[in-house]
Each structure stands twice: as C-alpha cells, then as structure tokens.
C-alpha cells in the first residue's frame, strides 16, 4: 500500500482520544487512591497536552530543568516543581526573579546537598516569602538524593536553619531501579518503605501544615501508593510525578497496572529499501525513534494490520527489519515506540488525529538554557 499523504516523511502521529482516555484513567485512579499528581511535563512539552493535564486537576507541574520552567510560566502555569537540586548561579537567579516578581507563582525544588541549600540561601535569605525545599533521598547504585537516615536528618536541620527556605516536604524516585517489574518489585518496594520512613521521621521539622511525600510513579504507581499509604502522618500529601501515563506505550510502559492506559503515538515511515528478500530499510532511525528502552515494534507493514517484520537494527536514520512481508519500497510502516520521554523531543511539530482522522498539529517547546 503505497501512500499518497501530503505529509512529511517519517512523522510523528498523537491519537487525542487515547491521550484524552489515559488523561481521564490516570484522575480517576489516582483520586480513588487520594494521590495528588504531578505530571512530569518534559514527556511532551506540548501546551495543548499540558493544558489538558491541569484541566483534569494537576495540583502542580514537574519539570527537569529551569528552562523548561520558564516555558510552563510562559504559558500561564505558576505552580511548578524542578525535580533537580538546582545549582547553577544563572538558574537560581531565574528562580529568584519568577519568586519575587510573580506572587502567585508556586515553586519548589529538591536538595540533596550543602553547597545545594547554602547557594538557594544565599539568593533567598532576604525574602519574607520562603523558597520551597524538598529533600531528596536516593538509592544506593541509584541516581540523586541523600543515600542514608542520618543524612537526611542533618540535611533536613540544614534546610530548616537556612534563611530564606522552607522544607515542605520529601521526594525519590524509584523508577531508577529498572523497566521490568517482575525483576524489580522486591527493590522498588524496599526503597519506597525506606523513603516512608524517612519522611514520617522528618515529621516534627517540616515547614508547613501538610508536608508533601512526593514519588514518581509512572513504572510502579501501585506500589508507590501501597508504599505510601502506610506513612505515619495523617495530613500529608501524597504526590505522583507520573509522565508516562499521558502517551503510554507499546513496549516499557505496556506493563503498567492500571487498566485502560493505551498507546497514544506512533510513528509512521516509508520503506527505502528492499535489498534482500527478507530485508526491509526503512526511513527512521535513532534520530527518529526512541530506542533506550527497547527497539520499536512495527505495527503495521503496507497494508498487513499485524506485524510480519521485526526491527533488529537502528542507524541514524534508517531501521532494519527482518521478516515476512509484501511490503515494498514506497510503502508506510507504522512503529509502535517504547519510552514516550524519548520520543517528543525529536519532532517540533506532530500530526494530531482522532476519530480516525487528522484534526490538528500541534508543537513541542523543548526549551535549553542559553
């Protein structure tokens, strides 16, 4: 089945109906549950997807980085948390600026070390209106974030002698332990019980009425909530930064536990070239195609609905796949991709469809400091 479209080859294609449904799956869960989320926006950075998550009740945006926060404030959205101690003197100076000038502007970030605290001090020790401090608590082998209770101790007293700042609360992320849930339960549920810990030990320290217990929770959102349900405190918030459940995907997040989360992207390409008989080079790559978490699955060859090929290669901007096809050179190929974060990024603009059709096209900010 060669195609006829108009558009651009390979493209990204969105199903707003399934972004809409998993938008709806993932409040329903998690307000049965009495989470409060969070969403981890640098999935996407597409306003009109972003919007649609505040519109279904975020309590607040995360992002990685102070740049993708500048974009967030640009489009209106004042209740913002860095998910990273932020260390550079420019980007602090940027927090500094949207904290006084915009009262209404909500931020946080995490912070994990003393030269962390002393810089955010140091700029916010002469505002009345305190600067909002999470505290960090890692694994070991793992990524950010104090390693052991007596540091999380000294580096709560630290943030609490600081001038300026305010510990509101406590933060991790246990999807670091990896994508496969059967090999991974037992070291995702040991570290959420240990962050628990941490943050009902913390209990006579915290700056505020309602301290925040903040997880990721896009991998494992059940045994986050299981985790968290058992902390001490009976006025806190429990706080999913899940970034994934948006998209979804057809290979890491496949496995989620809440039922009714479909893919909603895809990628569509062309074959270039049928060298062997079995051999299928088509026209996306690495820069195309996310590939950290797995190679992307072809779910459509030509006009076969089912796959009959499998990718076994990437280059830069052609896949290999192997198989049995009547594909031909000129036909599309519709890619199902593992990992939405990696994703995104790679395409300004998108093709938006529902009902089966094209409706719109939308564009992603993926802001990098200058």
Request: glycine share 8%; net charge neutral; hydrophobic share 40%.
């Amino acid at each position: 089945m060669r195609t006829s479209s108009t558009l651009r080859y390979p493209h990204l294609r969105l199903d707003l109906d399934a972004l809409e449904r998993n938008v709806d799956v993932m409040r329903a869960w998690s307000q049965r549950r009495g989470l409060v989320l969070a969403p981890h926006v640098k999935t996407t950075m597409c306003r009109p997807i972003i919007d649609r998550q505040v519109a279904a009740g975020a309590h607040r945006l995360t992002v990685a980085t102070v740049a993708q926060a500048e974009t967030l404030w640009g489009w209106g959205h004042q209740a913002v948390l860095v998910a990273n101690e932020v260390v550079s003197d420019a980007d602090i100076q940027v927090l500094k600026a949207q904290h006084t000038q915009s009262p209404a502007t909500n931020l946080a970030c995490f912070v994990d070390s003393r030269w962390g605290v002393e810089q955010l001090a140091k700029a916010f020790r002469d505002w009345q209106r305190p600067f909002s401090v999470l505290l960090d608590v890692g694994m070991l082998g793992g990524r950010s974030g104090v390693r052991t209770r007596t540091e999380a101790a000294e580096m709560a007293e630290l943030v609490v002698r600081a001038p300026g700042l305010a510990l509101t609360g406590v933060a991790g992320y246990e999807g670091v332990v990896g994508n496969d849930r059967e090999r991974s339960l037992e070291r995702v549920d040991a570290y959420c019980a240990y962050l628990v810990e941490v943050f009902s030990s913390l209990r006579d320290v915290y700056e505020v009425e309602r301290p925040i217990l903040s997880l990721g929770g896009s991998m494992y959102p059940d045994r986050v909530w299981v985790a968290m349900r058992s902390a001490e405190r009976s006025n806190h918030v429990l706080e999913l930064r899940s970034g994934c459940y948006v998209i979804h995907d057809h290979g890491a997040y496949a496995a989620s536990p809440i039922e009714g989360l479909t893919p909603a992207a895809a990628v569509k390409a062309l074959v270039v070239s049928r060298p062997e008989e079995d051999m299928f080079i088509i026209g996306a790559g690495k820069r195309d195609l996310p590939y950290d978490s797995g190679l992307p699955t072809v779910l459509q060859s030509g006009s076969e609905l089912l796959p009959k090929i499998e990718v076994v290669a990437l280059f830069d901007h052609h896949a290999v796949a192997r198989g049995a096809s009547a594909a031909g050179v000129g036909d599309e190929v519709t890619f199902g991709i593992s990992h939405p974060c990696s994703l995104f990024d790679r395409y300004d603009t998108f093709s938006v469809d529902a009902g089966g059709r094209r409706r719109a096209t939308w564009s992603t900010s993926f802001a990098r400091a200058t």
